[in-house]
């Protein structure tokens, strides 16, 4: 579905069978991360022993597709939780690690698989349970980006992560799982406006702002939200969520997932970037750091949203 | 029971009751997050407002005690899973991040619990499952580590973290979810033999050696492992899985957890520094990065040992 959608040609590699080969759909995206992992080390002309580190994770409780994905990698592995925000989250904690001077290259991986998490956060597929129009469909997917501490000749045209911020955890008091836009949304109005608000820029002075999977009715709240603290958007705001499946594909609200973003960044993006119009973009990574257990337990949804700066170099 | 154990009366605050005067045991380790971490703020006499990051996790499905426990503290949160390594993943992460010099205090904040995890992981404990004598007793506990970018004096007596070492995965092999030890004590063996050799340092360099939760049986295996590799300890090895409980108190094989390592370094280590002759100490905060499905579809469990070196100020 995600290679039929309008950014299909752009990925580097898609496959028919959302089992990619293997038994289960965990060992699917498993399969997923090694492959994108082993993809990304390809193109950049290294090998993973070059790696100083790779930060990764994914939707999968203990997030065993990204650690049993990087295994056979053998590389130091640092993994994160940060729900659908992880990939936002990986750039950040990994581009300031850079700033120590003690690495040079590290990786980010992040990956989410639509059939292992409907299962583990929903319903079993096979009970073929109906989808409200507030539902997204999680990205199968898997993104990864390589960060190099210092420009070389290798890497010179490379995007350039200049700045950041680190979300807040902001509670949405949205109890509904199948509303997911509107449990993120409030975060990523947070941060973006408490970062507009320190930078003294405007969102007007970025090419793309870009948040990771609020969809169509989260990205709705989010500009309205904005616009209630006084940021205005041109048509320089755009959710990836809204633009992996098409009109015509009946994904309901968007795409959401930990690759929604990352998909969206590394498989397109990074691609047209040198020919588009594109020299500061902002990345507002949006995660809902619920679990199936707080649902439950009648908890209401708290959002999360990293901001990153990517920059022509 | 840990305020039972022989390192009970160092910690700043214990509870008779393991629900913490809330309804759910998840909501209790929350709760825990919440407490330690305004305690670590009460003992640094900074506000949450000064935090310029909290890294945290727990064993939790998408580490929930963390998130809902560090939301009401309105900070910036980064989240992380390194199952019991997340103590020490969090601290070398961390320590990087604040050499970039963009940071000037961050806290790392880890949690676990044992109710919670016994019937996320295992059995629920109304079933009475009888456990085998390699399973360890999963602390219920919480630990919080301020840092500090520069020495000032308010915190001129701190522990400093000069150095470190981002683990690898590695598969033991084992399958049996009882076994933890066995399973991560390849993993702690790699990481510091690789350590010892690159930094040219041996094990008596050190005045103390720690590995996070490798159990009693995982303990032997482990020195056994390193002295396969040429390494030998003296009797500066301790495991902080044997440290939590006393042999009475028939936990089997030891203590385990996130909290384990966080508990023994933040609510003991620390607070015996000064007085001890401690001026070397490595952590090696051992995590199995196993899921119960993982477990289900008979995957052996891979173990993951990150180090940091602590020094005397």
Redesign the interface.
Known sequence: MESEGPLGTYFDFSSADDLFGVE?W??AETELVRQTLDCALKKAQITSSQL??VLG?D??????AT??G??PH??????????CSTFA?GL??GA????????ETGGVVVSSHFSSAERQYRFPLEYGCQRPPTSQRTVTGCGAALLHAKKTQKCKDAICITGG?????V?SKVKDANHMGAAMAPAAADTLCAFLHESKTAARDYDLILTGDLGKIGAELFTELCAQKGFFFSDNYVDCGTQIFSEQQDVHAGASGCACSAIYICGYLSKIWRNAPLFRVLLLGTGA??????VQ?K?SI?G?A?LIVLERG
């Open positions: 289960t965990e060992n100083d580190f994770g939707l999968l409780n203990q997030c065993t650690s049993y990087c295994m053998n590389v130091p592995y640092l993994g994160l939780y940060g729900a989250e950040l904690v300031s690690m850079m700033e120590s001077a003690r690495f911020r680190i979300g807040l955890i509670d750091l619920l679990s199936p257990l707080t337990q908890h708290p999360i990293h």
